[in-house]
């Protein structure tokens, strides 16, 4: 699960860079940027939601429901992963970690 983790985390920043560079070539200001993107972290709540998560495609129409989680490890008692709650914050520690719950990717629902 770690592993999956990571490489969504991996492909989530280079979404998040990718789309700040095109936000700042438009002219958007860096404030109105921060507040309308989110570096977020997906911790699927099923097998179901792990394969349709890995599934997605750059320019999917997604949309994400759980809830915010702060992650505590179980084989190494000192990974902690923490939470913004906060849609105003940038840098270290200002990512959404979600339990998802459900997933909707243009029409189509996964449960």
Same mark, same amino acid.
């Given at each position: 699960?770690?592993? $999956? =983790? ?7 920043? $280079?979404? $998040? ?6 936000? %700042?070539?438009? *002219?958007?200001?860096?404030?109105? =940027?921060?507040?309308? #993107?989110?570096? #977020? ?5 099923? #097998? ?16 994400? %429901?759980?809830?915010?989680? %702060? ?6 008692? *000192? ?17 959404? #970690?979600?339990?998802l719950e459900r997933l909707t990717v243009? %029409?189509?629902?996964?449960?």
């Amino acid at each position: 699960m770690k592993l $999956v =983790i990571n490489s969504l985390v991996h492909s989530l920043n $280079v979404a $998040v860079s990718e789309a700040l560079v095109l936000a %700042e070539k438009a *002219g958007l200001d860096r404030a109105t =940027i921060v507040s309308h #993107t989110a570096n #977020t972290h997906v911790v699927p709540a099923t #097998t179901y939601l792990r394969r349709a998560v890995r599934a997605l495609s750059r320019g999917d129409d997604v949309r994400l %429901e759980g809830w915010l989680v %702060e992650v505590d490890g179980v084989d190494d008692p *000192g990974f902690h992963w923490g939470t913004s709650t906060s849609r105003d914050d940038e840098g270290p520690n200002s990512c959404e #970690t979600v339990y998802l719950e459900r997933l909707t990717v243009g %029409e189509r629902v996964y449960e």
